[in-house]
């Protein structure tokens, strides 16, 4: 051989050998679980078809390992999420979870799991987001708001932080934080401060952080969360509460909590700024950047009006149709392109939602959250407010490290079999976990808009996880007090 060779093969095998080194642990996990639910599907084949008390079925302890595998792959994202949604199709369709029914029918069977409705409401929802930041619907109503509110220093912070609340109510929270960033950069380059030395906008940024994450809990709009777990009740024939209904439950939790956090912020972030006079006329350059509300902007905005109208004449029944509805009268209309919206579309996330709700139902034919809720029960305290703080709490940290859908995928379809036990109404159950899941204020990678916030360089993780710390400890207690006073009282 050749030294040239030699030479062509020690440059060939070092990025492959580091390719090995950085994907081991991966494809370590992933053959472990591959592993644990092969011997779990072998096992299975020894039990009953049927339901016995007191004894497992083979279908209950086949769809308890699919469930188990797409969770560890899920925590651990050893593969992507839209492997791990395939690959749960696969698992159900050969599970063999309906005795009696053939390979062909049950895939079939599976394919309508996988076609729920909330994933097309969840669809229209990103399209019509989408298309409200294409239009730059969001743009001109804060650049307006600013203008006309923030006159000073500590007003201009807080009407940026409330202006992403309350956007988080018709767009998902990290879309609206992606919306509202450029303006809070703008701001901090018309001042003309050295990055990280000014309490003021590192409150600037982790406030648009905090008040798009809070917002994001209030309706079906603001994140996939809500939906997700409505889902679940919907495969029990639970009654859910509708659009507007759910504000009943959210707002007593996002209110409270997002005058604590604009509390908070002043407190821990104080004005160390004399004018804002230069980020001002920066805005004002970007108001006439944009040009005025056209016809095309309104006509947007009136569609969304008009979906929000239809969601509360109409009821939840026909959340989806709403929304793929004014998706298509926004595309059919050409008011925004779908080559755009197809990029802001998270179709990984789709796919998992998709497979968690098909994972729930394979569980409920095979009556394996009662197997589930009798082991998971004694963990759990037997009063109402207790169980439900120890939810919040478990939901709010299990987020930090996991992708929101993850947590709600896992925790809501097991707590909803122990919900009569601990004397909790299933719908206040899941959105003990769907509401906190959605409240995670320490770490970047526990909520977009903290990652985004983040991205700015004018604060450590410290000091994110510090104050975020925080105001995750005051989040339970108003959860607690939600249910206690208002939830409790609803249903």
Not at 139 to 162: C, E, I, K, N
Not at 217 to 225: C, D, F, K, N
Not at 227 to 250: N, R, T, V
Request: aromatic share 8%.
């Amino acid at each position: 051989m050749s030294d040239a060779n030699r030479q062509l093969l020690r440059f060939d095998a070092r990025p492959i050998g580091l390719l090995l080194l950085a994907r081991g642990w991966r494809i370590l996990v992933l053959v472990i679980v591959l592993g644990c639910l092969a011997w779990a599907l072998l096992a299975s084949r020894h039990l009953p078809d049927a339901a016995v008390p007191g004894v497992m079925s083979g279908p209950a302890l086949r769809a308890i390992a699919i469930f188990a595998a797409a969770v560890c792959l899920w925590v651990t994202s050893a593969v992507p999420l839209v492997v791990s949604g395939i690959g749960v199709f696969v698992a159900l369709s050969l599970a063999h979870l309906l005795p009696g029914l053939g390979a062909g029918e049950a895939t079939r069977l599976v394919a309508t799991w996988f076609a729920d409705p909330i994933v097309f409401f969840l669809l229209g929802a990103f399209l019509i987001a989408a298309s409200l930041s294409s239009a730059h619907v969001i743009d001109h109503l804060a650049l307006r708001l600013l203008d006309a509110m923030g006159t000073s220093p500590r007003r201009l912070r807080q009407v940026l932080y409330w202006t992403a609340f309350l956007a988080a109510f018709i767009m998902s929270e990290h879309a609206v934080t992606a919306m509202l960033f450029p303006l809070a950069v703008r701001i901090r380059d018309a001042l003309k401060i050295r990055p990280g030395s000014s309490r003021y906008l590192q409150g600037l940024f982790i406030g648009l952080a905090w008040g798009a994450t809070i917002g994001g809990i209030v309706t079906y709009l603001g994140g996939s969360r809500n939906p997700l777990a409505m889902g679940f009740l919907q495969h029990k024939d639970i009654p859910i509460p509708g659009f507007f209904e759910l504000l009943k439950y959210s707002l007593p939790v996002a209110l409270p909590l997002a005058v604590v956090a604009a509390l908070l912020l002043e407190w821990a972030f104080p004005v160390d700024i004399s004018s804002i006079a230069a980020a001002r006329e920066a805005l004002s350059q970007r108001r006439r950047e944009l040009g005025r509300f056209a016809p095309r902007q309104v006509l947007v905005t009136l569609i969304m009006g008009g979906a929000v109208l239809v969601w509360m004449l109409a009821g939840y029944e026909n959340i989806a149709v709403v929304a793929l509805g004014a998706a298509a009268l926004l595309l059919g209309m050409r008011l925004v392109a779908w080559k755009e919206l197809q990029q802001e579309v998270p179709w990984d996330l789709l796919v998992l939602y998709a497979a968690a709700l098909a994972l729930a139902k394979g569980l409920t034919i095979t009556g394996s959250p009662a197997l589930i809720a009798k082991h998971l029960l004694p963990f759990l305290p037997h009063h109402p407010a207790g169980a439900i703080a120890v939810i919040a709490l478990v939901a709010m940290l299990l987020t930090e490290a996991m992708s929101h859908g993850a947590v709600v995928s896992m925790l809501v379809p097991l707590l909803l079999g122990v919900a009569p036990s601990l004397g909790l109404d299933p719908v206040m159950v899941a959105l003990a976990v769907a509401l906190p899941t959605g409240l995670a204020f320490m770490l970047p990678m526990g909520s977009p808009p903290l990652a985004i916030a983040f991205a700015s360089g004018e604060f450590p993780l410290s000091l994110m996880t510090r104050w975020g710390a925080l105001l995750n400890a005051l989040a339970v207690p108003v959860v607690v007090l939600a249910y206690m006073l208002v939830w409790s009282h609803l249903r």
